[in-house]
């Protein structure tokens, strides 16, 4: 056990040096390169600058109509007059990049020709090519007078000097650092082995507890929190010894009754809440606008109604010991119409979260069910829309016979979530954000819908897909008989 531990630690600490070690020498090397390309392209400017001042002043001289024609000509002379002015090999080529002249054919022959191809389509291009403490730049720009590009200059630059000016730095710094990292690994390793000793003992100890042995006391004289950690694992043991029997006894029963409990609050508190909504809903519109608008107060007070009475079904079968469903409860009924029913109850608690509901259900969406549990179901799933979409949003529900099922689908914008909690959500207590969460909410909504679904032969899909939450659900389509 005490080599298990030292390993850990060792290979641990090992890893983390190695890791660091790496990074640094990684982000020094790549600051140094940074650095060697920006002097090599301040370079490259100049040579640009200068070389564009000469084949101007060329040209100024020497008026052709041609200018493409005498950049031609004059290849050779600019080839040799920069040659000499730079000391860097000079080529020229044409704008369709056919090499004119050079002052060495070798040079410009071998190795890639990115940055001519580059020059080639009208840009300035450069790239690097370097072995060790050696390294060499091709140059490419066009070459434009009185905005007409007449041909290609391409230059060679050798910067060994720097690179290997940079390459000697790198490894002062390599071995300065391997230096620190070997000093710093050691001296962890002998602190790990002050630590583990004692850990080794406490977990051989707590072993023999595990295994019911209870004379398992351990004895470090120390003042520090090992020390400490001692002498709390003695005073646990002695409590364990008096308490282990009452424990055992209590222990499973409490449990399970504890579970029970909260299951059956939770499942209460959520079935009790979506018919009671409606109801809120109902009401306050009723208070603001009284009798004035007699349709909507028949139609609110008919609604509150309907909604009390399922609430107090509810209420009954909540406490019933068995929530089975009988096959004799199952009718042929309109999902469709239930469908609508609710999307017009639920427009105004939409409304209070500043969104809209919009619906497009077709006729005749018969299906073998329950009319109270698809009432519960649609409310769950709008009421869950609602509470997680986005700000000022719009919510789509969709119904409509696809084959030999009748299709629901219900879309709301909001924020993407990990396909793990996609997994996870219609699992029972379970929410994707607690904090977007209505307060009093358990994560039961979903739970209930998965249920529902399955009790009439259904299925339920939750995916995400273009900035929108989508819970597609799929019932059997009873067709309608002429």
Known sequence: MLHTIKGKFIIGFFLIFSLSFLVLNQTVKSVIWSSNEKIVTSDLIDLKKNSIVYINQAFLINHYKSNELYFGDMADEIVESLTHSTGNNIGVY????????????????????????????????????????????????????????VGILRISKNFNLLYKQSGEILNIIFYIALAIFVAAFLFSYILSRHITIPIVKLTEATSKVKQGKLDADIHFHRKDEIGELTMNFNDMITRIRDQISTIEKDRDRLRKLNEQEKRFFDNMTHELKTPLTSIQGYAEIIKQKGASDQKFFNKGMNHIVEESRRLHNLVIKLLEVSRETSKDQFNRIDAGWILKDVCESMKFRAERYKKRIRFEIEEDLYVYGQMNRLRQLFINLLDNAIKYSLSNSEITITAKVAGDQVLFIFKNPSDLYDDNQYTKVMEPFYSINRQAAEEGSLGLGLSIVKTIAEEHGGTIKMFYKNNNTIISIELAYMKVEK
Do not use: R
């Open 94 to 149: 044409t704008v369709n990049g056919t090499l004119l002249s050079s002052s060495n054919k070798n040079v410009f022959s071998q190795g890639t020709d990115e940055d001519l191809k580059k020059a080639i389509n009208g840009k300035n291009a450069y790239h690097i090519t370097h072995d060790q403490n050696k390294a060499e730049v091709f140059f490419s720009f066009p070459v434009v007078i009185d905005g007409t590009k």
